[in-house]
């Protein structure tokens, strides 16, 4: 009878632990075709992010640099579509296999000079923990092949999480050797260098993701390389859609768990007030 009693226990728990956690894993995606970045803007907060109850907030900071028009569009904005026409002629709604393309937020900048003196700063915050946050950066290339002789280089490093302040695992990058180089520096960490001239931004895709660590907020700088010319042309990246989980169960599975285990708690009470032939009234 312990034994049965001690099963049932376990099994509710269990059950109350998975409840729990089915909260944990609903997936939510911050999608660039369903919201707005002004174009210009730099900070901008996105409220109650595809029904999660959670806000995310973006901020692009740029040092050394200036934002470049694209397209006779101030910049930064989500007027970037994934894939351009792609050499397709069927225009910026399709990317380069006929398929319709999604927008993204372009950031495109002019660097004042090259050595990573110009950057931009992005931190992407939420309003609470999440897990499982990943993204892609799209067209992380280079404007030539030659030391000096190259237009741009596009570099991504300072790659980091943090929970309430302090830092966590890095994330994990996901990238194309042929086209993009890993490199450790001292100070900037991993450093993701395009080696690769990309006409259209569906190519040359670096991910990053921080499937197992808890975070509520990221960040990494957008460099201007050395393998350039001494005064670097325009460049830019675009940032896919952002997905996440929340790492806090939502409150009503929370209240459900709870008064799981307070019944648990008082049956069991109940059971050993009966089983020592006391009062249970």
Not at 143 to 163: C, K, P, R, W
Request: charged share 20%.
């Amino acid at each position: 009878m312990v034994m049965a009693n001690t099963t049932w226990n376990r099994w509710v728990i269990s059950c109350v632990a998975g409840m729990m956690m089915t909260a944990v894993s609903h997936g939510f995606v911050l999608d660039w075709d369903s919201v707005d970045w002004a174009g210009g803007a730099t900070n901008q907060t996105f409220y109650n992010v595809d029904g999660s109850g959670m806000d995310v907030s973006i901020s692009l900071a740029i040092t050394g640099a200036a934002w470049a028009q694209w397209n006779d569009q101030a910049q930064p904005d989500d007027n970037r579509r994934l894939g351009g026409d792609g050499g397709s002629g069927q225009g910026e709604l399709y990317d380069s296999f006929g398929n319709p393309s999604e927008e993204s937020l372009h950031l495109h900048m002019d660097a004042l000079a090259r050595n990573y003196t110009g950057y931009v700063e992005v931190v992407i915050s939420f309003s609470r923990a999440v897990t499982g946050l990943s993204f892609d950066l799209f067209d992380v290339d280079t404007g030539g092949n030659t030391q000096n002789s190259s237009t741009f280089e596009d570099v991504i490093a300072d790659i980091g999480g943090s929970l309430n302040g302090v830092d966590v695992g890095t994330a994990t990058a996901d990238y194309d050797s042929d086209s993009i180089d890993r490199v450790v520096h001292p100070t900037r960490g991993d450093e993701y260098r395009g080696t690769y001239w990309a006409p259209d931004s569906e190519d040359v895709v670096l991910g990053l993701s921080w499937d197992e660590q808890v975070v509520d907020s990221v960040t990494f700088r957008y460099y201007a390389g050395n393998f350039s010319n001494t005064t670097p042309g325009t460049q830019g990246i675009s940032i896919s859609d952002i997905s996440f989980a929340s790492a806090v169960p939502e409150p009503g599975t929370v209240a459900g768990g709870a008064l799981l285990l307070v019944g648990l708690v008082a049956g069991e009470w109940h059971r050993r007030r009966r089983a020592n032939g006391s009062s249970v009234s």
